[in-house]
């Protein structure tokens, strides 16, 4: 039947044409990367077989200041320390036992600048803002060095919570550098409280850039991206100042799924109402054609 | 004139002085259409539907919209698609039925083409037509720009720039366009302007003028014959039905697009509520930067084609820049269309396959339409540059050669 032959013909080229200008056209702008590795293969675990001692990590932040200095941390429900802005605002470490990586925490620990890749940043007489650790200053990373780090990652396991909100996790882990301000948007310029908390000046200074509001993120690059992206920055933007941020499978869904309520809010709704709104127009259609049928049949 | 003494408050006192009868008679059941058509025939309704529905869908997004470059992003973003109830049906309908229209537009204007339903007694179609293509352009490109992302923003950049003509320079016209020297605030005001006015005000009064154009000479057919519309109607109206070759528009025409429309629809929704990336770009969910350009910067699909004809030229040649040359090709690809009844030689109003050197013409077209609009996208490195140049090349050669082989199909035929 003609009507058809000239339906298949119409099919095919609009067929070809999408293809072409979506998935091919797609496939060859955008770059392929391995999918995220949450094992965080590449990095050796420093800790090299020490067993961490919760009493001896907690002796070691809380009454030798090894990270207290800088950071805040809530301790049998008791808040110590204080963020500081060192260039960024440093992090709260009550979360960090639950929403790293075990063996990433350690690395960080041990090289700031190396397991979150910005070595490269760090030039010109640049320093990470936090140092190395280096129970006895001999400049190297020792066997002391290994059981301290081993230590302080058993007691920020033993302090973090066993589960927190999406939108913490999205707080703990991007906002000191990143705002989200459709989560908490004003309408009348005063300051979301989801904005960066480092303030834009020494954002700048620091990294060089401001980094973009997360707002939108869903729906400019989506799922697949940022789950690799967030995983490791350096595969999809070679010399990127942003860090590798080290989070756990868990930590980073939540993340994601933060950026999703507040950036594709009408997700569920499409997902609930377009199949009801195609079941209607598929009975539409049903009708329209009974009808044509019906006043055609006395044409032909 | 002769006086009316039925009562203004009646129904045959309004019927008198509007002849509404008279009207929907000549308008739609003596409004006669050949019968023998396929669902191709449809698309005219396709389109008048898709335009409504940007229409509505577009007056609710105007409710909430503020072209204001500090506002816009988030009064689309935030606003119209998570704060408004339904706000973000109406913008994906919006931006998808902007990206469809372009779609059936294309299926409509190639099947004038295929058909020829160009020529003789037809021209007149055929240009108004051309003309609602440029207008709806403008209204897509106008559009492109409201929700200020980064794809708006470099669309807006790139293709305001093409009006300094290249070595002309002509940069006072640009600042002219844009109300600056750079894309900015009153770019912004000015396009939607254009966009929510000026723009579909023409629109509307060129869709009048191709419906116009369209009622006395009839549409055409799909063996094109020509039809004595008085002596078919005729049998129409005494009875012969089935024996007549023609077709009122009401109910008859309309209820087949009607039948085409429900299935156009579940097409339409599909790609609302399950796939639109292609109509939305992802990039221009990222807002607009002008420190930061995008990786690739491309024009949506339907004006991709055009856009590679610009890209084409890749290298200098014949004493010219390259961007010279591009410039000139993608004007001509602008407007050739509307020259088609002129540059078809060919006395006989004949469907393709029944002119067999311009039906290889018709689909070499069609393939080199294709491949500009893919190459229109990738980026233009190595081979790419190559193919793009070829089918540039192609395009400018069919042209060249339309008049040559319509002549030559008639003269074989024993019509020239």
């Known amino acids: 039947m003609r009507e058809l032959k000239v339906l298949a013909i119409l099919v095919f080229f609009t067929g070809i044409l999408y293809w072409g200008v979506e998935p091919y056209a797609h496939s060859q702008m955008h770059k392929h990367v391995e999918p995220a590795d949450f094992t965080f293969s590449d990095i050796k675990d420093v800790r090299d077989g020490k067993v961490g001692n919760v009493a001896a990590g907690k002796s070691l932040i809380v009454d030798q200041f090894q990270c207290q200095s800088c950071h805040s941390m809530t301790v049998d429900g008791k808040k110590i320390g204080a963020s500081m802005n060192l260039g960024v605002v440093t992090p709260d470490l009550t979360t960090a ?10 690395a960080f620990i041990a090289n700031p600048a190396k397991a979150s890749h910005v070595a490269h940043k760090m030039v010109d007489g640049k320093t990470h803002p936090m140092t190395s650790f280096d129970l006895n200053y001999d400049g190297t990373f020792g066997d002391d060095d290994a059981q301290g780090v081993a230590d302080i990652v058993a007691f920020l396991k033993s302090i973090a919570p066993k589960e927190i909100t999406n939108k913490e996790a999205f707080s703990a882990a991007c906002q000191r550098c990143h705002g989200a301000k459709y989560g908490d948007f004003r309408f009348d310029g005063t300051k979301s409280s989801m904005s960066a908390k480092t303030p834009d000046a020494s954002i700048l200074k620091y990294m060089g850039t401001i980094p973009p509001d997360l707002s939108q993120m869903i729906r400019s690059r989506g799922h697949e991206y940022l789950e690799e992206f967030i995983n490791e920055p350096a595969k999809h933007l070679e010399g990127t100042a942003m860090p590798r941020v080290g989070l756990n499978q868990e930590a980073q869904e939540q993340v994601v799924a933060y950026l999703e309520e507040i950036g594709d809010s009408s997700k569920d709704k499409r997902a609930e109402l377009g199949p009801k709104f195609l079941g209607y127009l598929v009975i539409f259609a049903l009708f329209a054609w009974l009808w044509k049928a019906k006043i055609w049949r006395h044409i032909h | 004139m002769a006086l009316i003494n039925e009562s203004f408050f009646s129904a045959e006192g309004l019927e008198k002085r509007l002849a509404g009868k008279k009207f929907w ?18 698309m005219g309704v396709v389109l008048a ?7 509505v869908s577009g007056i609710f997004l105007l409710m909430y919209y503020k072209p204001d470059t500090a506002l816009a992003f988030d009064s689309v973003n935030y606003t119209i698609m998570q704060e408004v109830s ?25 099947t004038g083409i295929y058909y020829g339903s160009y020529k003789k007694g037809r021209e007149m179609i055929w240009i108004s037509g051309m003309l609602l293509f440029v207008t709806f352009s403008a209204e897509g490109f106008s559009g492109y720009m409201l929700p200020w992302g980064q794809m708006s923003y470099w669309a807006a950049a790139v293709i305001t720039n093409l009006f300094a003509g290249g070595s002309l320079e002509a940069w006072g016209l640009v600042e002219w366009i844009r109300g600056g020297f750079t894309v ?4 912004l005001t000015r396009f939607f302007m254009l966009h929510v006015f000026l723009i579909p005000l023409v629109i509307i009064g060129v869709i009048v ?14 063996t094109s014959e020509d039809i004595d519309y008085d002596a078919e109607a005729e049998k129409y109206l005494a009875g012969n039905k089935k024996e007549s070759k023609v077709i009122p528009f009401w109910p008859v025409f309309l209820s087949k697009d009607f039948a085409v429309l429900g299935i156009f629809f579940i097409f339409y929704f599909y790609l609302v509520f399950f796939n639109y990336d292609f109509a939305m770009d992802p990039v221009n969910f990222d807002p607009a930067n002008s420190m930061k350009t995008p990786t690739h910067i491309y024009p949506e699909w339907y004006f991709l084609w055009s856009y590679e004809t610009l890209r ?15 410039l000139m090709i993608f004007a001509l690809a602008q407007v050739i269309f509307v020259v088609f009844p002129f540059l078809d030689r060919d006395p006989d109003v004949l469907p393709a396959h029944k002119r067999p050197r311009f039906f290889i013409w018709f689909w070499i077209m069609i393939l080199d339409l294709l491949v500009l609009s893919v190459y229109g996208k990738l980026p233009p490195l190595g081979a790419n540059s190559l193919v793009g140049f070829v089918a540039t090349g192609l395009f400018l050669l069919l042209w060249v050669s339309l008049p040559f082989i319509t002549k030559a199909d008639a003269k074989a035929r024993g019509a020239l």
């Open chain 1, 97 to 106: 036992g639950l929403i790293y990586n075990e063996k990433f925490l350690a």
């Open chain 2, 25 to 42: 008679k000549v308008m739609m059941t003596e409004y006669w259409i050949p019968k023998d058509i396929n669902f191709l025939w449809a």
């Open chain 2, 49 to 55: 539907t898709t335009f409504s529905i940007l229409i």
């Open chain 2, 86 to 110: 339904y706000g973000w049906l109406f913008r994906h309908m919006h931006g998808v039925a902007a990206s469809v229209v372009f779609l059936i537009i294309y299926i409509h204007m190639f």
């Open chain 2, 184 to 187: 900015g605030d009153a770019t």
């Open chain 2, 209 to 222: 003028l191709h419906f116009y154009t369209l009622r006395i000479p009839h549409v055409n057919n799909q």
């Open chain 2, 312 to 326: 084409g030229p890749f290298f200098d040649m014949l004493g010219m820049k390259a961007g010279d040359i591009g």
